[in-house]
Each structure stands twice: as structure tokens, then as C-alpha cells.
């Protein structure tokens, strides 16, 4: 659960430049005030009454060293020199003292805490996406740091440091008349409590308001993923529909519960502002009136309380922005607390690549059960040998557990008992990042980023020769579409691969997993979405990698299977058959009743 100490901490690698550079920012704000008080002294200069004692004292110093007359024309000088010092002097000081390290520090701290997030999004488990999309996740982040990057200038370069005015203040009026100070004292109090006590309320509106922004922002990522879905469906109006109800609700919820909320805040502290500005100036006007203080004294006084209540309304500003954003910062925090996942590689790369493992490719899976949950049994005691350089494919209806058994090889999941061996080791034993290095996989659907041909081929193994990419590609036929395309292998895919077809997304998936020259290596229903000619192609390479390697296939069409070297038909979990395709569709089992309804066109698995 993510506190406010969290927001704090966001900051914590620059406490001490923070801590320096605060005070910094509060010492020239209360050097702000030495001018209202000095024109104090200069009217009672001008107006013939005495300077408080440590000014005459001080000018009767300078009067001894210079050994100039101790008359009105030093005094005024003396003021005029205090002036300037605190105005005209520090000038080109305060703002690389001040402004410059208040935006230095947040922005090495977004840069920071980006990394972070990185790492944070990198370790994370799978089932942590299977529940949240892409929308609602780079949401998420972006206004958590976003606004922890606003915040700070803010907090750090106008809020403490008014308030240390606003103290340095109350110190001057109490030296000149002790009641008013108090008086002031206690306005001062009963405005920032009350105002706390609304800002909290409104803090509770505003995450609730967070996380609807949240889920709304999730939507439109859904609508624009499956924008093809949605134009095939002809939806785009119930889609808009939907969205303006949602936009509707949200546009009520903070016009009228929570920026109602503020204006009625900012309402009231303006009353009771101008209220007490005007008891000050007529509790002053009286002591003066009484002489019990001075003109010069009744200006100051009167100068520097307006100084203070004008504070109130900036001071209230920034509470209300960081109240308007601390919800999403701590939404921010609630992410980076979510636990790795036993899956997360390590994210040192010298670490990966030095002492890269090497595998015969022998696996074997002794009692392996796994389930999602006390009620989703996937996987139940199998055992399974794989030889060096076998080709071995798994069939089975949907849900049957074949998807699940890849997951776990890959390590994404641990079985809840038996083991996976490698070579005779325990995957579990292995660090996670070097093994997975000597796998490699081909989905249904091959994951492209948006840079050329050529970048996504050596994803895997960018040091790769130019060699080895041809030769990968020439197996996996890439090469004959390259070729017809105007930049070749710089040609820009475009965003998920939309420039390639489906059948070319197969092929250059397949090139990228032999370019990282993986021990292992797995088709997870590769073919089973393309058609005929695809996957007609996808085989032909998919042929000439078998016995090269330990292969592992994944197929929904049978077809893709009949070269395998053993064949393991999965049912509820179970491991039901196991042979070669002859002799299964011998032995008259599922995989022959499968195979028979695919050849007459009446099932696909």
C-alpha cells in the first residue's frame, strides 16, 4: 500500500542538494522582508523618531570606521545600502541557487525513476499483463512521473519556502507588537487546518476519480489495438457512445464534487483573508493612533502582514495541484510496490552475456502438475524425454495443456511439483537470463517492433554476422520477400509489422529465433492462422531446421507434425499417446480422430 513517505522517497538520492537548496529558497524569501522593514525605518528617519536600537547601533559602527557624522544623510545612506545588498545584489544569484536546482533535481529524478520503471516493467510476471493491458499500465506511469516532475518546483521552490516567510514574518510583528503577532498567529492556523481538512477530502475524490481516468484510458488503448475489429464490426458509434458516457460522468464528477470543491475552499479563505488584512490594519492604525508603536513600524507592520495573507492564496494553489496530483503519484508508487515475478531475468547485460551457457538440448520432465488456481489443474504428473536434437510436437484440443508446458520450459511459470531437466539440471537451478538465451521461440503470432527488417531480425543477438543473418534468412525464406521490397532489409515495418503480411511476420519470427542459434527450439502453433501457400513456405523451413536442433512443435494443424520424430497427445492435462504419426493413426486413438476430422474438413484443433 503506497503512503505518502513513497512520494516523499521519490526524492530520496537528492536530500541533501534538496535540503541545501529549500534553504536556500527560504533564506531569500525571508531576505524579502528586510525591504518593508527598512522603508519602515527610513519614514522614521524622515519623520524625525528613532531607529530600532541594533540599526543605530550598527550605524554608529560605521560612522567609528569611516569616521563620518553620525547625522540623518548616513542613516538614509546606510538603509539605502541595506537595499540594494538584498535586491540588486543578490539578483543573479538567487535563480542558480534556487530555480536551477529546483527543476535539476526532478528532472535527474524522472530520469531516475523512468529506469526504475523499466526494471519495474521488465520483472514483472506475465499474469500482471494478462490482467492489465498496455493503455492502463504507460498511463499509469506517465502521470505518476509527469506529475512528480511538476510537483517538486513547486513544493520545494514556492510552498516551504513562503511558508518560512510567512514564519519570518510573524517573528517581525511580534518584535513590534506581540498581541497583533498573535493574532496573527492563530488566523494563520485556522486557515491551513481547515484547509487540510477540505484538501483531504478532496484527495478521496480524486483517486477514485484516478482510477475511472484510469479504466477509461484502458478503453481507448482496446479500441485502438483492435481498431480492425472494431471497423469490421461496423461499432465505431457504440464505441463512441460508450466513451462520451464515461467522458460525461468523469466531466461531472470534477466539475461539480471536486472543482466545486475548490472554488468553495478558495471562496471562504479569500473572506477570511481580507477579514483579517482588515483587523491587522485597524488593530495597528489603534497602537499607533495610541503611540505605542511608531509611522515606521505601523508601515511595516501593515507592509508585511498583506505580504503574508497574499501568500495564503499561492500557498493554496500549490496544495491544490499537488492535491489534484497526488493520487496519481501514489497510483504510480502502487505500481513499482507490485512484486517480481519468479520469472524476472536479470537485467545486467555483461552479466547475461558472459559465460553464456551451451546445451545438448536433452530435456526431460519427470511428474510435472501445474495449475492456475485450487480448481484449473493444467498439467497433471507427466512425464516426458526428449532426446538431442528430437523433434517432438505436441497436439490436443484446446485447453488440453500444451501452451502451458512451453510456459513452463521457458520458465515464465514453476511447476507446483516435479521438475524440468536440461542436460540432467533442474531449470530452477540455472540463472533464468543465460538459460533462456539457448531457447527460442515462434509464436501464432510473432511480436514486431516498429524499426526495420533488419533490427528485428537480430533482436536476440544484435552482434550477429552478416553471414549468419543470410543464412537464416535464406532457411526461412525471408529473403525472397525482402527482396522485392524497395529499402530491403532497412525497410521500416511500421507499427506490430502492419506493413508485412501475416505468412512474412511467420517467416522473419522464424529467421530471428535462428539467428540466435537457440539449443531449443519451439514453434507454438506457428502455421495455424495462415493460409494455405504460408504455410506451405513455413513448413519448407520449418523441414529444414528439423535434426539441426531439439525442436519442439506446437500444431493445430496436423499436417505440421507428420515428420516428428514422436508425437505426445495431450488430454486434460494427461499425456494420453505418444509415437510417431504412423503409428498413432495405427493405434486408433484421439490423435486418429483428430486427424481423420481435419482431413474431412470437420474440425480444426
Known amino acids: 500500500m503506497a503512503t505518502y513517505k513513497d512520494i516523499v522517497r521519490y526524492y530520496r538520492q537528492y536530500w541533501g542538494i534538496s535540503l541545501l537548496s529549500i534553504v536556500a529558497a527560504s533564506l531569500f524569501e525571508i531576505l524579502d522582508l528586510v525591504v518593508p522593514y527598512v522603508i519602515g525605518q527610513i519614514l522614521n528617519v524622515l519623520s524625525h523618531q528613532p531607529l530600532d536600537a541594533p540599526l543605530q547601533g550598527l550605524i554608529a559602527q560605521i560612522a567609528a570606521i569611516t569616521h563620518l557624522p553620525l547625522n540623518q544623510s548616513l542613516s538614509l545612506w546606510t538603509l539605502l545600502g541595506m537595499i540594494f545588498g538584498v535586491s540588486v545584489v543578490r539578483a543573479p544569484i538567487q535563480p542558480w541557487i534556487g530555480s536551477w536546482f529546483h527543476w535539476a533535481i526532478p528532472l535527474r529524478a524522472r530520469r531516475d525513476r523512468t529506469r526504475q520503471v523499466l526494471e519495474k516493467i521488465l520483472t514483472l510476471p506475465l499474469d500482471f499483463y494478462d490482467e492489465n493491458n498496455p493503455g492502463r499500465i504507460s498511463g499509469r506511469i506517465a502521470r505518476g512521473i509527469t506529475n512528480h516532475t511538476w510537483s517538486y518546483p513547486e513544493i520545494a521552490g514556492q510552498f516551504i519556502p513562503k511558508l518560512m516567510r510567512v514564519l519570518g514574518i510573524f517573528v517581525i510583528i511580534w518584535l513590534i507588537d506581540w498581541p497583533i503577532a498573535l493574532i496573527f498567529f492563530v488566523s494563520f492556523v485556522i486557515i491551513f487546518t481547515v484547509s487540510l481538512w477540505d484538501l483531504r477530502q478532496l484527495i478521496q475524490r480524486e483517486e477514485i476519480l484516478d482510477r475511472y481516468i484510469e479504466n477509461t484510458e484502458s478503453r481507448t488503448s482496446e479500441i485502438i489495438t483492435n481498431i480492425k475489429t472494431v471497423k469490421a464490426f461496423a461499432t465505431e458509434a457504440s464505441e463512441l457512445e460508450r466513451q462520451q458516457q464515461r467522458l460525461e460522468r468523469e466531466m461531472q464528477v470534477v466539475l461539480f464534487r471536486i472543482h466545486k470543491g475548490y472554488v468553495t475552499l478558495a471562496t471562504w479563505q479569500r473572506t477570511i483573508v481580507q477579514c483579517c488584512v482588515f483587523g491587522v490594519l485597524a488593530l495597528t492604525l489603534m497602537a499607533t493612533a495610541r503611540g505605542e508603536i511608531s509611522l515606521g513600524h505601523f508601515v511595516t507592520t501593515l507592509t508585511v502582514s498583506s505580504m503574508a495573507y497574499a501568500e495564503i492564496e499561492p500557498l493554496s494553489m500549490v496544495a491544490e495541484f499537488f492535491a489534484r496530483r497526488y493520487a496519481s503519484m501514489l497510483r504510480l508508487h502502487e505500481f513499482m510496490q507490485q512484486p517480481s515475478g519468479a520469472d524476472a531475468a ?256 470437420e474440425l480444426r484443433v
Not at 559 to 584: K, P
Request: with cysteine; hydrophobic share 40%.
Open 346 to 601: 536479470g537485467l545486467i547485460l555483461e552479466a547475461v552475456q558472459d559465460n553464456p551457457y551451451r546445451f545438448s538440448g536433452h530435456l526431460e520432465l519427470q511428474h510435472v502438475s501445474f495449475s492456475y488456481g485450487a480448481n484449473q489443474a493444467v498439467l497433471q504428473d507427466i512425464n516426458l524425454r526428449i532426446k538431442p536434437q528430437q523433434t517432438v510436437a505436441l497436439v490436443g484440443r484446446s485447453g488440453s495443456g500444451k501452451s502451458t508446458l512451453v510456459k513452463l520450459l521457458f520458465r515464465y511459470f514453476e511447476p507446483q511439483t516435479g521438475q524440468i531437466l536440461m542436460d540432467g539440471q533442474d531449470i530452477r537451478t540455472l540463472d533464468v537470463a543465460r538459460y533462456r538465451r539457448r531457447l527460442a521461440i515462434v509464436h501464432q503470432e510473432v511480436d514486431i517492433f516498429n524499426g526495420t527488417i533488419l533490427e528485428n531480425l537480430t533482436y536476440g543477438n544484435p552482434q550477429v554476422g552478416w553471414e549468419q543473418v543470410q543464412s537464416a534468412c535464406a532457411i526461412a525464406k525471408v529473403d525472397e520477400f525482402v527482396e522485392q521490397l524497395s529499402q530491403g532489409y532497412a525497410t521500416v515495418v511500421g507499427e506490430r509489422g502492419v506493413r508485412l503480411s501475416g505468412g512474412q511476420r511467420q517467416r522473419l519470427g522464424i529467421a530471428r529465433a535462428l539467428i540466435v542459434d537457440p539449443d531449443v527450439l519451439v514453434f507454438d502453433e506457428a502455421t495455424s492462422s495462415l493460409d494455405y501457400e504460408s504455410e506451405r513456405k513455413i513448413q519448407l523451413a520449418m523441414r529444414s531446421i528439423l535434426g539441426t536442433r531439439t525442436v519442439l512443435i506446437i500444431a493445430h494443424r496436423l499436417s505440421t507434425v507428420r515428420e516428428a520424430d514422436q508425437i505426445i497427445v495431450l488430454d486434460q492435462g494427461h499425456i494420453v499417446e505418444v509415437g510417431n504419426h504412423e503409428q498413432l493413426l495405427r493405434y486408433g486413438g484421439i490423435y486418429q480422430r483428430l486427424h481423420t476430422l481435419q482431413e474431412t474438413g
